[in-house]
C-alpha cells in the first residue's frame, strides 16, 4: 500500500440534484462524483487506502443530512465498500470530533488525495487542516461541488465560488489539479 490515501467528503444524497428529495442538492454533484468515481476505482485497483467522510447533523431540526435519513447517506455512485473506512463528522472539519487521525497515522499515510463537497466548507477546512498537521495535500477541483452563495446582497455563482476556494488552496496549502492530470500522472 502507498503512502497516499484518496478521502472522499460528503458525497451524499442530499447534495444531488438528481436525487428524489434532495435538501441541499450543489451545482454539478453528479459530474464530480463521477470525477470521483474514476480515482476512487484507481485507488481501489492499487489497494491504496480510501476513506469516506459522511456528515451527520445531531439535530432533526438540520435543513440537510438529517439523523438516519436516506439524503445522509453516501450516495450509490461513490458507496464504500465493506472493506473501507467511513467515518462520521458532524462538524465542517473532517478530523474535528472524528477518527480520521487516527486511520491516517495507523496506515503510515503521507499524503491525501481530497475530493467532495463542499468545495468552499468541506473541502476547505479538511485540506488546510490536512496542511496543519503536516500532509501533503492534493484536491482534484473537478472532483468537487458547491453552490450559489450570497453575500451582503452579492450573489455569487458556485462557478466563482469554487474558483475563490480553488485559487486560494492552490496559493500554499495544496496542489489542485484536474482528475484528469491526476489519474494520468
Request: aromatic share 10%; net charge negative.
Amino acid at each position: 500500500m502507498s503512502k497516499t490515501a484518496l478521502v472522499l467528503i460528503d458525497f451524499q444524497n442530499d447534495y444531488y440534484s438528481s436525487y428524489p428529495g434532495a435538501k441541499w442538492p450543489l451545482v454539478g454533484t453528479e459530474q464530480a462524483a463521477a470525477n470521483a468515481a474514476l480515482v476512487l476505482q484507481k485507488f481501489r485497483q492499487q489497494g491504496d487506502l480510501v476513506v469516506h467522510v459522511r456528515h451527520e447533523f445531531a439535530s432533526d431540526d438540520a435543513p440537510f443530512f438529517r439523523p438516519g435519513s436516506e439524503g445522509a447517506q453516501i450516495h450509490q455512485s461513490v458507496a464504500a465498500l465493506a472493506s473501507e473506512p467511513v467515518v462520521l463528522k458532524q462538524q465542517i472539519n473532517s478530523f474535528k470530533g472524528t477518527n480520521l487521525a487516527e486511520i491516517l497515522q495507523k496506515a503510515g499515510i503521507k499524503k491525501l488525495v481530497i475530493v467532495g463537497a463542499m468545495s468552499h466548507m468541506c473541502i476547505d477546512a479538511m485540506t488546510r487542516a490536512g496542511k496543519d498537521f503536516d500532509y501533503d495535500c492534493t484536491v482534484l477541483q473537478d472532483a468537487c461541488a458547491t453552490l450559489d452563495l450570497e453575500f451582503n446582497g452579492v450573489k455569487v455563482p458556485a462557478a466563482q465560488v469554487h474558483a475563490a476556494y480553488m485559487a486560494a488552496l492552490s496559493f500554499a496549502y495544496a496542489k489542485v489539479i484536474d482528475t484528469k492530470v491526476y489519474l494520468n500522472s
